[in-house]
């Protein structure tokens, strides 16, 4: 993926969550690392991205 799309992820995941805590619970992660990704300070693989998503019941739309 472009770096404009891991731009775009972190404002999408921001603006789609429960809480930080909700969601790092859900998907076993530590809410700082969550964190870091809303905040675009890090990436995260496909794989947890899709978790994530489902977890905020999302399918991926990169428009």
Known sequence: ????TY???GRKLYQL???QND??????MSVNYY???ER????CSVNLLDKIL???GK?????
Do not use: W, Y
């Open 35 to 37: 964190g870091r990704i």
């Open 59 to 63: 399918e991926i739309d990169f428009k």
């Open 17 to 19: 969550r429960l809480t």
């Open 23 to 28: 969601v790092a619970e859900r998907c076993n």
């Open 7 to 9: 731009n775009n992820i």
């Open 40 to 43: 675009e300070e890090c990436n």
């Open 54 to 56: 489902q977890v905020l």
């Open 1 to 4: 993926m472009s770096k404009h």
